[in-house]
């Protein structure tokens, strides 16, 4: 296991090394002057137009740049935001904890539903619960994010007034951030209904980012679920006259769980990057709406930097769910 | 949460150390801050968060109008020759504390020269903090323009100019010219952690910054040691961020948030027939506009461009482009601006008079290209939709237009070329309530080949806002302003489109809320009835 982990880890030096590589190049190569881009209708003189330019550190070239930069992500130092003058690490940090957690309870709140329906749905294929449950699905992978969204807060925040609009806490509690994380600052803040708080504001924007990878993490399931319960060792485990539900959730389940891993991985690396019409349309400070605006405004530093982190992020999930299929599955390790 | 429980548990707010009446105004606002530091930043949501609530400026902008009163300076006086400016300070004036800093001194003259030398001169130590880039200062030519800020004593302070220019006084209401105290700004430095300027901003205005959460909450309490007695009216003031227009509107009906700015124009008459919400509604400090390019054949003749102004449907683009949040633009300046010639006449909207118009100036067969931005603005909304309806009126009239846009950094750029091609859709929002910041900015000859898109350089006009900028006397401005949109409309070399109308959505237990025309949401004299 140890070797394994090892190797899986060698992997991420050279996929670093191109990311930042990748992530430096992908803003450049975007048209559109950052310099001009801030300074909007009204312009500016040829001569600020050079100062700005040597400020920014433009005059150099390209190679010297990079490799600027390169030995400044290796010490640590993302830059400065062009747009708020504030590092970009800090930003970062102040911003992902909020969609970590929504990412979280997002995946757990897909996972919670999709796993047990795609098991059922497999189970009793072709009834009525299986064809309802697939064509919801489906409806639900192609829902419009935008729209669900304002549904579901015209109806609950506004109709029926059970959630709150938008944001992570109502107005009233104020607390230091410790964590970044509502669910665990506001009970750290001992005050009394911050922690229901959080809770509450976490409800529409949970099942908003959930719906998508939960319409595929029950379909992925059905599908796996569908190809083992054909294999013969099920048929023996039940001639055997195990009860159904070992047979499902233990011997099933298990073998069908690799490729939904892999559907879980993909999707948490995807709701990691930011969901920006979630965000944007709760409130949510998180990282999608950042690095949007950062790209508008062609803020260098921050679509870098953010990418990186980001990327980095996204190495971690893959490595995680690598390590995962290792202990689901003892053949993966020991072909290493 | 309801804003009733919000008040009722406003004491819940320890660290903001409300008493059992105080009152907490919340603003759902657009965006997030850059920073707090408006001198480092140049727009209007930074302004909101920053220069406004927390500071004051030696003169300000009465909230309302573009009148410019007195601040934290009690009066001024300009020399005869217009190249000295002698403002006398309010004594008194209490900075805010926070918890790294406590102020040792009441405001003085040392405070009005460090906020100006920061951004003036590179040897201050705060020049290159931030990576200050101080744009508005360069922007409104401030380098240029001051030779010296020489503090007399300790309460009065000389400017002095290389040049007359009479819209200087409105420039030093500008949010570039929020006073800072030069007091923290030296602990800070002495601490090590100068950025502390731009991230826990210590000014003398109404209210006191508490925290800011990023993307999510900014807070403030009201400063009790106000210099300005009775303001301001509320004890908390939150802006709640939330970038959405169509969840803003959920908030303000959810009673969330007490005010909200830019509604989407489509949901501005359900607000209106809302019994919940009142619309406050005033024309903005913009101008949005077409702009010919009067060195290049055949729009350097003016009847070629008037002819073609005479044909754009304006109403249409009014209820199309602006669903109705849009005010046909005669002038070049908007109405809220002093010096606005409502005298004028604007061209007909005539299309059979501007085809014999053509035809009388030997145009045939004539196809042009006009630029579509790329960007939303308040002054245009949507131009890809404003182009297309020109587009249909100029075919009316048998000009081909084609349509052609850029990456906005690219628009802009490509656009201010002399030998530019075509008629660009751009505009204007005003930023220190002076005509000169228009009319000299957008359409005075030192703008050719970069704001002044028209490229046009008439000298009977320069010769009078020339004439304007040196002028002390207001009313003799006004009058040389009123001159100068004349001769605008004679020589047409825009094609003026409109004006945006700003709609404020604000609760009814909402007191004292004014719609300022420089853009600025300001809280100062908000009350909240019971």
């Not at chain 2, 008040?7 to 907490?24: E, F, R, V, Y």
């Amino acid at each position: 296991m140890i070797r394994y982990l090892l190797s899986r880890l060698l992997t991420f030096l050279p996929t670093f090394l191109g990311v930042t590589l990748i992530s430096f190049a992908f803003i450049r190569v975007l048209p559109g002057d950052p310099i001009i881009v801030m300074a909007g209708e009204r312009g500016l003189t040829e001569e600020r137009y050079a100062e700005l330019y040597r400020q920014f550190g433009f005059d150099q070239p390209l190679p010297v740049q990079f490799w600027n930069y390169l030995t400044g992500v290796l010490q640590g130092d993302l830059g400065t935001s062009y747009v708020t003058k504030r590092p970009v690490w800090d930003e970062f940090f102040a911003l992902f904890p909020a969609t970590l957690e929504l990412s979280l309870c997002a995946i757990v709140f897909a996972i919670a539903i999709g796993l047990p329906a795609g098991v059922i749905a497999a189970v009793n294929r072709g009834k009525l619960f299986d064809r309802a449950l697939m064509s919801t699905a489906l409806v639900g992978y192609s829902m419009p994010i935008f729209w669900w969204a304002l549904l579901l807060i015209i109806v609950f925040s506004g109709n029926l007034g059970w959630t709150p609009v938008s944001g992570r806490m109502d107005l009233i509690y104020y607390f230091p951030q410790v964590t970044g994380f509502m669910l665990i600052d506001s009970l750290l803040s001992g005050q009394n209904g911050a922690f229901a708080s959080a809770v509450r504001h976490l409800i529409l924007p949970t099942i908003v980012l959930g719906t998508i990878p939960l319409a595929v993490i029950a379909r992925q399931t059905r599908s796996a679920m569908l190809e083992v319960l054909s294999e013969d060792y099920i048929r023996t485990a039940r001639a055997k006259g195990l009860s159904p539900l070992r047979v499902n959730g233990l011997h099933a389940l298990r073998n069908a769980m690799i490729p939904v891993i892999t559907v879980i991985g993909l999707s948490v690396g995807t709701l990691l990057a930011g969901a920006i019409l979630t965000e944007t349309i709760f409130s949510w400070p998180g990282i999608g709406k950042w690095m949007v605006d950062s790209i508008f405004r062609r803020d260098y530093p921050v679509v870098q930097g953010g990418l990186l982190l980001i990327a980095s992020m996204v190495m971690v999930v893959n490595l995680t769910v690598d390590i995962l299929y290792g202990l689901i599955n003892p053949k993966i390790r020991a072909r290493k | 949460m309801k804003l009733r429980n919000l008040m009722a548990s406003a004491g819940m707010l320890a660290l903001i150390g409300a008493g059992a009446s105080a009152q907490t105004l919340v603003y759902c606002s657009e965006g997030s801050p850059e920073g707090f530091d408006p001198a480092l930043y140049t727009a209007g949501t930074t302004f909101d968060a920053s220069s406004h609530p927390v500071y004051n400026r030696l003169v300000e902008f009465e909230t309302g109008t573009t009148n410019v009163v007195p601040g934290l300076a009690e009066s001024y006086e300009v020399s005869d020759d217009g190249l000295e400016y002698t403002f006398k300070l309010r004594q008194g004036v209490k900075f805010h504390s926070n918890d790294r800093f406590t102020p040792g001194r009441d405001f003085n003259a040392d405070d009005v020269i460090f906020t100006f030398e920061r951004q003036w001169k590179a040897d201050n130590p705060y020049n290159q903090v931030s990576g200050g880039t101080w744009e508005y200062f360069n922007g409104m030519s401030m380098p240029d323009l001051i030779a010296s800020i020489e503090k007399v004593d300790d309460y009065t302070v000389k400017f002095i100019l290389n040049r007359p220019e009479a819209p200087f006084i409105a420039n030093m209401a500008m949010d570039f010219a929020s006073i800072l105290s030069a007091e923290y700004a030296d602990a800070m430095l002495a601490a090590g952690t100068p950025e502390m300027l731009n991230q826990q901003p210590v000014g003398t205005g109404p209210f006191r910054f508490v925290a800011y959460q990023k993307d999510a909450v900014i807070r403030y309490q009201r400063n009790a040691e106000y210099w300005d007695a009775g303001k301001p009216k509320v004890e908390n003031l939150v802006f709640a961020i939330t970038p959405d227009a169509s969840v803003r509107y959920q908030k303000l009906k959810a009673g969330e948030c007490h005010v909200m700015p830019f509604p989407n124009p489509a949901d501005v008459q359900a607000m209106k027939d809302d019994p919940g919400i009142t619309v406050l509604e005033q024309e903005g400090l913009n101008v949005g506009y077409l702009a010919y390019n009067s060195k290049i054949p055949p729009f350097d003749n003016p009847k070629v461009r008037k002819a073609l102004n005479m044909a754009i449907d304006k109403q249409a683009i009014i209820d199309v482009v602006f669903q109705g949040s849009g005010e046909a633009a005669k002038n070049p300046i908007p109405p809220t601006l002093w010096s606005y010639n409502d005298a004028i006449v604007d061209d007909p909207y005539d299309p059979e008079a501007a085809r014999a118009m053509l035809a009388e100036e030997g145009i045939t067969g004539l196809s042009m290209k006009v630029w579509a931005m790329p960007v939303q603005r308040p002054y245009n909304p949507n131009a890809r939709r404003m182009a297309e309806l020109i587009q249909a009126d100029f075919a009316a009239i048998g000009v081909g237009v084609e349509i052609v846009s850029y990456e906005w950094g690219e628009y802009l750029e490509r656009s201010s070329s002399v030998d530019r091609d075509g008629a660009v859709l751009l505009g204007w929002t005003g930023d220190n309530g002076d005509p000169d910041n228009f009319l000299a900015v957008l359409l005075g000859c030192d703008g050719v080949g970069g704001a002044n898109r028209a490229q046009w350089c008439y000298q009977p006009f320069e010769d009078v806002i020339q004439k304007a900028k040196i002028t002390a006397d207001v009313a003799e401005r006004t009058a040389l302003y009123e001159e100068a949109q004349v001769i605008f409309k004679e020589q047409a070399p825009w094609a003026t489109i409109a004006h945006s109308v700003v709609f404020m959505p604000v609760r009814p237990e909402v007191e004292g809320y004014t719609v300022h025309p420089l853009g600025g949401h300001i809280f100062t004299d908000v009350s909240l009835a019971e």
